[in-house]
């Protein structure tokens, strides 16, 4: 199993930036097809990007040309550069794994944008 601990969200003026982290556990990383989702009070949730091993890219329309998807496979870790930051942007965030059509969630970090 995959186990995921996001960080880096919390509070920013609109027009802001922000980093978030997930972190893996183990050494299923590097065969992992990873991505960020996004979770607004009584909505679904909602892809924002992901990226593959071998780095291709995919992005929400709302977020392309605001945020970039990365991964650092020595430091097992998923990064999602958050640029240009809306009010609209504000949501729970969660990190998710997917080995073999198995998926795994992380727990969440919140990111409020004000105006």
């Known amino acids: 199993q995959v186990q995921l601990v996001e960080s880096g969200g919390g509070l920013v003026q609109a027009g802001g930036s922000l980093r978030l982290s997930c972190a893996a556990s183990g050494r299923s990383f590097n065969i992992a097809y990873m991505s960020w989702h996004l979770q607004a009070p009584g909505k679904q949730r909602e892809l924002v990007a992901s990226i593959a091993v071998n780095g291709f890219t995919n992005y929400a329309d709302s977020v392309k040309g605001r945020f970039t998807i990365s991964r650092d496979n020595t430091k097992n870790t998923v990064y999602l550069q958050m640029s240009s930051l809306r009010p609209e942007d504000t949501a729970v965030y969660y990190c998710?794994?997917?080995?073999?059509?198995?998926?795994?969630w992380g727990q969440g970090t919140q990111v409020t944008v004000s105006s």
């Open positions: 998710k794994s997917r080995i073999v059509g198995r998926d795994s």
